[in-house]
């Protein structure tokens, strides 16, 4: 139990929601990004909407900075946090993914991560970074999710079905 969703951006927002609308099972709901008031408004869009199931789950917000190690295992530990979602810039995924691999939280994200001053990894960009920390994750017997987000996650869906149902080959 207990939930961290790291960004607070529109993705972050529609993540908070449905994890209140789940507090019975997800419990406390901490929303961390770089601007306390963009957490803050989430908040009070969840409330205003009565959208917290379990009224003694508590729903708070945080001011973090993602690229700091330090920082996303500290707040990770402060908020009890079992599962981290990490809806901020995806050059912060390994980051968060380190803090998670720290502190035994489970992790998920929605998009590949690449570096900051790169624009395009080469295929297979996935590969490259997130893959690697497979084996640690299963050593650790901890869940990684990655890439749930609509590209390459629906997108990836998509092409699965497509494969299957209406084409000979791709």
Request: hydrophobic share 40%.
């Amino acid at each position: 139990k207990n939930v961290l969703i790291i960004g607070a951006g529109g993705v972050a927002s529609v993540a908070a929601h449905k994890c209140a609308q789940n507090s019975d099972r997800l419990g406390d709901i901490c929303i961390a990004s770089r601007t306390l008031s963009k957490c803050e408004k989430i908040i009070n869009d969840i409330r205003q909407r009565n959208n917290v199931k379990d009224k003694k789950s508590k729903l708070f917000a945080r001011q973090l900075d993602a690229s700091n190690l330090d920082e996303v295992v500290n707040i990770i530990r402060d908020c009890g946090s079992q599962i981290v979602i990490n809806l901020g810039p995806n050059f912060l995924n390994m980051t968060v993914m380190d803090a998670c691999l720290e502190t035994g939280a489970a992790y998920l994200d929605t998009s590949a991560h690449s570096e900051a001053e790169s624009i395009s990894d080469p295929y297979p960009w996935y590969d490259c970074y997130e893959w690697k920390r497979k084996p640690l994750f299963a050593q650790r017997k901890l869940t990684a999710v990655l890439s749930v987000g609509f590209d390459p996650g629906v997108v990836n869906a998509y092409a699965s079905y497509a494969l299957k149902h209406e084409l000979d080959s791709i």
